[in-house]
């Protein structure tokens, strides 16, 4: 169907932070899948395993027991705030499940009979009906009226208006039964989270027992330059959603939660192919590779050099260029009024071997996968200057 507007561009093989399309030619990806290919692309640990696994089992049902997902989880909550994991297989589906689980907390914890759930503006928590009605962008709304009842929007990082709707809407007693926010907004154009801002959050659901749920679908596993976005922010959730990253590629997602947030009894939630050993052990390769290459302190360093690079150009660049906002290997590029539009940088930059992403209409998103070595940087900055100065010149 014709749900994406795409690039001619026919992706055929990858090795690294490098792919090559049909004709032979060489792009470095700092698109990674869109902050996916956690391995980056033809993974030799993860080749090796899930070949492995393909001789062993790749499906069976969770009427069963799957020691693989048995062990993933254990490695999550090992090292996490979290005490339990759901495991499915997407980022929506992990945001659905986020979903139910609060409004049974609201239910159950609070007494509530219609519970609503407070969301960020320029939030995204995905395209499935309630993950989409969570999202606090209306132009995804547009056209699938009636959405699911029951969200309302802040302004990101506004701890006034935050607290104002708060009283608002438990003006007649409990209403709220979780927050869902994004530790940093992605999709919303790179917008990292105010500490202060989650601090209150944090205290203000602790006060009434709300729920507080992050959505870690983009930033989680090590992208942040921390394990999880939520170390960066110095504030811990009751839970946090996953996808994206976590299978390097390959396809899972999970709802993390603490022992308070533990509400699903058997029944109640489920997917048929969420946690199969498969998608299980392509994350644990993902997660052990994270380990052994200590990659959450790569992600530091080496993001920290994008930044300065990135940094740099807005100081050669200051017409065009705005500011760099973003942590670890998440940094968008913010463009001035006039400058061109972030689809267009995108667009052009592919003439010159680089891939990237937009985040909004003027931030171009960089997000590659986490392995990316400092020399690899070094080119997709200059790459990316080559583009900005032929497109303006073109302009
Ligand atoms: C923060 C966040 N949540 C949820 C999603 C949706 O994930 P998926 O496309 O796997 O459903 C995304 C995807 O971009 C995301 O960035």
Redesign the pocket.
Known sequence: MDTYSRFDLELVKGKGVWVKDSHGRSYLDCVAG??TCTLGHSDRALRKALSRQLGRLQHVSNLYRIPEQEELARWITDHSIGERVFFCN????A?EAAIKLARKHGHQQRGIERPVILTAQAS?????LA?VSATGQPKYHHGFEPLVEGFRFFPYNDTAAFEALLEETEAEGPRVAAVLI?PLQ??GGVNPGDPAFFARVRELCDQRNILLIF?E??VGVGRSGKLWGYERLGVRPDAF?L??GLGGGFVI?ALVTTAKADLFKPGEHASTFGGNPFACRAALTVVHELERRDLVAHVAAVGAKLRQGLEDLVRRHPDQLESVRGWGLIQGLVLQPGAPSAPELVKAAIDHGLLLVPAGPNVVRFVPPLVIRPRELKQAVKRFETTLIQLTAAG
């Not at 997407?90 to 589906?93: D, F, L, T, Y």
């Not at 995204?124 to 499935?128: K, L």
């Open positions: 869109i902050a997407s980022g929506a589906e945001n995204f928590h995905g395209r499935t993950a994004e992605g999709e959505d679908v983009q959603t996808a994206k997602g």
